[in-house]
């Protein structure tokens, strides 16, 4: 058993570990604290560049368990659960960003201030996961869910939130997606991402083309009957036939732009 606290990167580092050193691959477990540390200098070992530029100030929690002492061995093998905060930063340059500001139209995306940003996250089977990673401030944000391999592969959604007031995100194509009301007042847009950190793929995932489906099919179906709810007792349905076609052409239109979303 050891223990020890360190000053780095500006802040304070303390880590308590056990090991036991019998067979060809050593096992450990202990855990870190991290606190006040500048979130550039911290990650610089095991960040890569091109997936932007960090900084704000980083405190982590961590809890882990391996074995092995190479590299390769420690991607694979360390498992454990934490929590990250980062304040008073910026992510900037990030592809994977940049390629959302541009996927919902909000621009802040790719200079994004970092306050009361972070959230809890595991790590097993040469993955990062978390439930809720919240980066942003007041005005927008991104919150994250699902898993990164350590050598940076995708497989997550971001619901990209502004503020209450501040007008929803604006896509392209977002008026074929419900744009979410979230419980503290943002407006939320779903979107998945796959391929990697530094060549991510944005498309609106299937949740969000359902749900928008739901609202534009019953209203599709009452217009091309001609009910009009304020036409009073002198409303007259009209035949079957142009509500068919209206219904299809709805889904038509939901159908191709899922199949171009996800090419």
């Not at 606290?5 to 870190?32: C, F, H, M």
């Not at 932007?52 to 405190?59: E, H, P, Q, R, Y």
């Not at 619901?159 to 501040?166: E, I, K």
Request: hydrophobic share 40%; glycine share 14%.
């Amino acid at each position: 058993m050891s223990e020890f606290t360190a000053k780095a990167a500006g802040g304070t580092v303390s880590i308590q570990a056990e090991a036991d050193l019998r067979g060809n691959e050593p096992a450990y477990s202990g855990s870190v604290e991290v606190a006040q540390v500048s979130a550039g200098e911290f990650t610089r070992p095991f960040w890569d560049d091109s997936w932007g530029a960090l900084t704000g100030t980083l405190a982590l929690q961590f809890d882990f368990s391996g074995r092995g002492t190479q590299a390769v061995l420690l991607r694979r093998n360390i498992t454990g659960n934490g929590v990250i905060e980062l304040e008073s930063g910026r992510f900037s340059g990030s592809p994977l960003m940049k390629t959302l500001a541009a996927f919902t139209g909000v621009s802040e995306l790719s200079d994004l201030k970092l306050m009361d940003s972070g959230g809890p996250f595991s790590v097993g089977e040469g993955k990062f996961y978390t439930e809720k990673m919240v980066l942003g401030d007041d005005k927008r944000r991104v919150v994250l869910v699902g898993d990164a391999s350590l050598e940076g592969a995708l497989d997550i959604e971001a619901l990209v939130g502004t503020a209450p007031g501040s007008g929803p995100p604006v896509s392209l194509d977002a008026g074929l997606v419900t744009v979410l009301g979230a419980g503290d007042g943002w407006s939320e847009l779903p979107v998945g991402v796959v391929g990697t950190f530094d060549h991510p793929r944005p498309s609106f995932p299937d949740r969000a083309l359902t749900a928008k489906a739901r609202e534009l099919l019953p209203d599709e179906l009452m217009r091309q009957l001609g009910t009009d709810a304020g036409a009073g007792q002198g409303s007259r349905p009209l035949s079957a036939e142009p509500a068919v076609e209206g219904v299809r052409s709805v889904l038509e239109e939901l159908g191709g732009f899922l199949k171009g979303s996800s090419e």
